[in-house]
């Protein structure tokens, strides 16, 4: 596989592009984005079984199973980065280790628990970010491990990127195996 390939693979979608000049039509597009994304992943991986479940996406990538649980942990993350920007000023958020938290034993459960949960967090997370006003947008968080500071206004788009992003990774192995 050349490094073209294996890249492909890895950001089916491309990199997360923020527009300079983020407007309101994208925040509200992002929102509908995170809005409808557990029901369109819980409808994307219904039929898989457990054989399927445990196809990774690339070679040397996470197998399904792994990535909706870590679409579940990362999403659980992004909710409580967006409560500390609007609680405190400019904090640096926590930053966790996303392969050693794939190699704990709950990443090898039942995917079920982990809808649920993106389905609870989505939900408490769209009901936030719609309460927002134009200036609540602009806070901002520190990431530690780039001590870049990132709006939630883009934080919005990165997380609805994030959702399809791995919604593609899904998506593409089910139809390289004739599963979809």
Not at 2 to 24: A, M, R, S, V, W
Not at 64 to 80: A, F, G, K, N, T
Not at 133 to 143: G, M, V
Not at 149 to 174: D, R
Request: proline content about 4%; glycine content about 4%; some cysteine.
């Amino acid at each position: 596989m050349t490094n073209e390939e294996l890249e492909q693979l890895k950001y089916p979608i491309g990199e997360f592009n923020c527009p300079l000049d983020i407007t309101k039509e994208h925040i509200n597009d992002w929102i509908d984005v995170l809005d409808k994304f557990p029901g369109r992943l819980e409808k994307l991986v219904a039929n898989l079984n457990d054989e399927q479940l445990d196809t990774p996406y690339r070679p040397g990538g996470w197998t399904i199973r792994e990535v909706v649980h870590h679409l579940s942990d990362s999403h659980h993350h992004s909710y409580i980065r967006f409560k500390w920007a609007m609680t405190e000023d400019n904090p640096v958020i926590k930053a966790y280790n996303e392969q050693d938290w794939a190699n704990l034993h709950d990443y090898t459960s039942s995917i079920e628990i982990s809808q649920l949960h993106l389905r609870a967090v989505h939900a408490k997370l769209v009901y936030f970010l719609k309460g927002l006003k134009d200036s609540d947008l602009d806070r901002s968080f520190i990431h530690p491990e780039t001590y870049k500071e990132i709006q939630l206004k883009k934080n919005i788009g990165n997380y609805a990127w994030h959702s399809n992003h791995h919604y593609a990774h899904i998506q593409n192995v089910m139809k390289r195996k004739g599963w979809a």
